[in-house]
């Protein structure tokens, strides 16, 4: 993970508003947006990824865990354009009501 400067504070600030102001809802499950939306990377920033709008979406907070810890969200969100690259997958198979 890259270090929290000033300059990297400002740029994620700024991914955050742009992404919120194009994305009304959770690009996943449609939920109109709350303020505990998260503004989420498509490739995760410790892959390459930047903090360009293009490389962001708009999650809810139960869709941002899903497509970041579970298998099935991982999957679902590389088909819906929401992944890319290889983010961690546990050992366990999760849903989102909790372990298999």
């Known amino acids: 993970m890259k270090a929290m400067t000033p300059k990297r504070r400002a740029s994620r600030r700024a991914f955050r508003a742009g992404?919120?102001?194009?994305?009304?809802w959770c690009r996943l499950?449609?939920?109109?947006?709350?303020?505990?939306?998260?503004?989420?990377?498509?490739?995760?920033?410790g892959k390459g990824g930047g903090d360009?709008?293009?490389n962001g979406a708009r999650l809810c907070e139960s869709c941002h865990w899903y497509v970041t810890h579970t298998v099935e969200?991982?999957?679902?969100?590389?088909?819906?354009?929401?992944?890319?690259?290889l983010p961690w997958v546990g050992v366990a198979q999760t849903t989102r009501q909790g372990v298999e």
Do not use: M
């Not at 992404?19 to 009304?24: E, G, I, L, T, Y």
């Open 19 to 24: 992404v919120f102001v194009r994305d009304k």
């Open 29 to 45: 499950c449609g939920a109109w947006g709350t303020d505990q939306d998260h503004p989420h990377h498509i490739l995760a920033s």
């Open 52 to 54: 360009e709008v293009e």
């Open 73 to 85: 969200g991982i999957k679902e969100g590389r088909e819906r354009g929401l992944v890319r690259g």
